[in-house]
């Protein structure tokens, strides 16, 4: 089990450039998460997929995130424009269908730079 | 928005010692997890207590859990060097989300 898959670990882009983070879950997970963490705010929840269908985006900041998840094994979160503010790491985690007990397990994450 | 507050941020101590670290949560929940993170790396699960237990134990880790008090304590006993790193505790809702809201996370350091 390769374990849950980020790419890519570093982005540094311009302010106003379209940011591309992807994620790849363990196989035969039903959940997929994506968080980012920030000195400031911490870890913040910004949407999550069951069956690669998403069910609460309510994290999203602003009409500039967007995610995607077209099967099973991939899910992408897309910032366009960024800003400096973006800055942070982004995590993907994902985990097993069951009652609440199942743990999340992370991906290294993906440290975003918007100078 | 995080769910809970944790304390201290910062703990410092000498190999050997134990740590305690406690998470505070706002709502009612189902169940109470806790978490490693490594520097550089993501977060890996330590533990996990429902919200009808008290207590739990794995190797040098002992969670409580107050549900009337809205908390949770980590204790982690005989301390390494090796244990640096963040802790946080993250709680799912009684509602059928299945997902996880953290907090705000405590550092340890061990000394050798």
């Known amino acids: 089990d390769a374990g849950v898959i980020q790419s890519p670990r570093h982005e540094v882009t311009e302010m106003g450039q379209e940011v591309t983070l992807r994620c790849k879950p363990i196989?035969?997970?039903?959940?997929l998460f994506w968080y980012r963490q920030t000195m400031m705010r911490g870890l913040e929840l910004l949407i999550y997929?069951?069956?690669?269908?998403?069910?609460?985006d309510s994290g999203m900041p602003e009409d500039r995130f967007s995610a995607k998840m077209p099967n099973a094994s991939f899910s992408t979160l897309k910032i366009q424009p960024s800003e400096p503010r973006d800055s942070a790491v982004y995590f993907c985690?994902?985990?097993?269908?069951?009652?609440?007990?199942?743990?999340?397990?992370f991906g290294n994450g993906t440290r975003l730079t918007v100078t | 928005s995080q769910q809970g507050e944790e304390d201290p941020q910062a703990l410092s101590i000498q190999e050997g010692e134990n740590a305690t670290m406690n998470c505070s949560y706002k709502t009612s929940i189902n169940n109470l997890q806790w978490y490693r993170q490594n520097s550089g790396r993501g977060l890996v699960h330590l533990i996990l207590i429902r919200s009808n237990e008290r207590e739990k134990h794995s190797g040098r880790l002992r969670v409580t859990l107050d549900t009337s008090k809205k908390s949770s304590s980590l204790l982690i006993t005989a301390s390494r060097a090796a244990d640096t790193a963040s802790y946080f505790c993250a709680t799912v809702g009684m509602d059928s989300s299945y997902k996880l809201i953290f907090g705000s996370g405590t550092r340890l350091l061990v000394r050798p």
């Open positions: 985690a994902s985990r097993r269908l069951g009652t609440g007990d199942s743990p999340l397990h």
């Open positions: 196989s035969g997970h039903d959940y």
């Open positions: 997929f069951n069956n690669n269908v998403p069910i609460d």
